[in-house]
T-cell receptor, first 111, second 117 residues
Framework: GQSLEQPSEVTAVEGAIVQINCTYQ??????LSWYQQHDGGAPTFLSYNALDGLEETGRFSSFLSRSDSYGYLLLQELQMKDSASYFCAVDYGGATNKLIFGTGTLLAVQP | EAGVAQSPRYKIIEKRQSVAFWCNPI?????LYWYQQILGQGPKLLIQ????????DSQLPKDRFSAERLKGVDSTLKIQPAKLEDSAVYLC???????????????FGPGTRLTVL
C-alpha cells in the first residue's frame, strides 16, 4: 500500500522556525514534493527533492532522506501569511509525474 | 501567464443529479490532472491526461465519473449520478511535460466546491 504521515496541526509564533515532518511508504518513489494551500485556495508548489539532502528556497527549505523514507519542510522567519495547510506528496510516477498526497499539516502562526 | 481556469466555482445539487466541471489548463501544458479533495484530506488523483490520452484513471469511479480532454486542451469531468459522498472540492492541475523532459511542478486551479444534498 501507499501511505504518508504528517502531523495534523502545528502552532508557532511569528519570527520562529517550524519543521513539518513527513514519513512515507510507497511502492514507487522518484521524489518528494511540498505544496502550500491557504484556506479556500489552490495548492501551490513549494519544493521538490529527488536526491538526499537539503534544498533551500528563500525562507523555506526541504530535506529528504530516501534511506529513512523521511522528509521535512522547514519554514524560517515565520510570517502570519504562512498560516496554511502544508502537504507532502510522493512522486511515484517518475516521468508521468503522478503524486500521492499526505493528509496535510495545518500551520497556525500566532502573533 | 494565465493560470489554470475552472468553472463553476461552486455547485450545489441533489443526490442522483448530474454535474459537470470544466478546466482550461495553462497554455502549452501537455499534462492535465483531476483531483478530488475531501474536507480535511489531501488531494486524491482521479485521472491524468497527457495531451488527449489517458495516462492513469485507476482511481476514477468509472460507474459514475467520466472525463474527457478533446483536442488535448480543455477538459470536462462529469458525475452521473451524484452521491452524498461526492461532496468535495474538485481540483484541476496541469504541468509542462515536453517530450524527453520532466517537470515536477503541478499548477492547480481554484477548484469547484461541490455540495451534494
Amino acid at each position: 500500500g501507499q501511505s504518508l504521515e504528517q502531523p495534523s496541526e502545528v502552532t508557532a509564533v511569528e519570527g520562529a522556525i517550524v519543521q513539518i515532518n513527513c514519513t512515507y511508504q510507497t511502492s514507487g518513489f522518484y521524489g518528494l514534493s511540498w505544496y502550500q494551500q491557504h484556506d479556500g485556495g489552490a495548492p501551490t508548489f513549494l519544493s521538490y527533492n529527488a536526491l538526499d539532502g537539503l534544498e533551500e528556497t528563500g525562507r523555506f527549505s526541504s530535506f529528504l532522506s530516501r534511506s529513512d523514507s523521511y522528509g521535512y519542510l522547514l519554514l524560517q522567519e515565520l510570517q502570519m501569511k504562512d498560516s496554511a495547510s502544508y502537504f507532502c506528496a510522493v512522486d511515484y510516477g517518475g516521468a508521468t509525474n503522478k503524486l500521492i498526497f499526505g493528509t496535510g499539516t495545518l500551520l497556525a502562526v500566532q502573533p | 501567464e494565465a493560470g489554470v481556469a475552472q468553472s463553476p466555482r461552486y455547485k450545489i445539487i441533489e443526490k442522483r443529479q448530474s454535474v459537470a466541471f470544466w478546466c482550461n489548463p495553462i497554455s502549452g501544458h501537455a499534462t492535465l490532472y483531476w483531483y478530488q479533495q475531501i474536507l480535511g484530506q489531501g488531494p486524491k488523483l482521479l485521472i491524468q491526461f497527457q495531451n488527449n490520452g489517458v495516462v492513469d484513471d485507476s482511481q476514477l469511479p468509472k460507474d459514475r465519473f467520466s472525463a474527457e480532454r478533446l483536442k488535448g486542451v480543455d477538459s470536462t469531468l462529469k458525475i452521473q449520478p451524484a452521491k452524498l459522498e461526492d461532496s468535495a472540492v474538485y481540483l484541476c492541475a496541469s504541468s509542462l511535460d515536453l517530450e524527453g523532459e520532466y517537470y515536477n511542478e503541478q499548477f492547480f486551479g481554484p477548484g469547484t466546491r461541490l455540495t451534494v444534498l
